[in-house]
T-cell receptor
């Protein structure tokens, strides 16, 4: 089963509000990634994080690699209708050939934006 | 530049049957990973192919097998289908080298329904 605990499960927010979600793990990861999945599509990479404490932005999205290496956070500022979707955190245990591409995913956070 | 393409998009099978799903990786990528995504869950790693060999495998039974062809495209085969195999099957590709191996590019998936 999945080892990543992602919260909240869902969020209903108004357009213009900020959104925060987080992901925790029982294992230490060397890489954290955040994906977004729209209905009928595969996940799309939003942000990748490689170092403990790292803070990375992609437009209105900001993600942080937790200092303990067991958690990560994603923030969306000034939400707009197209931010609707399911956001997944994913972690890679260690960077070595036999773990390349083997990501562990959280269960996702469903974001609904109302006008 | 074509992204990851999967076929078919939808498939309906009955218990006990066998199914083959196909995937063409993103141009320039030589590594293909397969994930299973149950309804309401995050993707779970099935296995990964590189240089036409299975490089690593997740916790899936031997009923799940795969193949990679010289042109890097891949197939996922599932034998003796069970109701619980109903899910969205995602193919993801990545470059084979160390840089960016964790940045998976996903296809839109094949929705498999087992009746």
């Amino acid at each position: 089963g999945q080892q990543l605990n992602q919260s909240p499960q869902s969020m209903f927010i108004q357009e213009g509000e900020d959104v925060s979600m987080n992901c925790t793990s029982s294992s230490i990861f060397n890489t954290w990634l955040w994906y977004k999945q729209d209905p009928g599509e595969g996940p799309v990479l939003l942000i990748a994080l490689y170092k403990a404490g790292e803070l990375t932005s992609n437009g209105r999205l900001t993600a942080q690699f937790g200092i303990t290496r067991k958690d990560s956070f994603l923030n969306i500022s000034a939400s707009i209708p197209s931010d609707v979707g399911i956001y997944f955190c994913a972690g890679q245990l260690i960077s070595r050939p036999d773990s390349w591409g083997k990501l562990q995913f959280g269960a996702g956070t469903q974001v609904v934006v109302t006008p | 530049d074509a992204g990851v393409t999967q076929s078919p998009t939808h498939l309906i099978k009955t218990r006990g049957q066998q199914v083959t799903l196909r995937c063409s990786p993103k141009s320039g990528h030589d590594t293909v990973s397969w994930y299973q995504q149950a309804l309401g869950q995050g993707p779970q790693f099935i296995f990964q192919y590189y240089e036409e060999e299975e490089r690593q495998r997740g916790n899936f039974p031997d009923r799940f097998s795969g193949h990679q062809f010289p042109n890097y495209s891949s197939e996922l085969n599932v034998n003796a289908l069970l109701l619980g195999d109903s899910a969205l099957y995602l193919c993801a590709s990545s470059p084979g080298g160390r840089d960016g191996e964790e940045k998976l590019f996903f296809g839109s998936g094949t929705q498999l329904s087992v009746l």
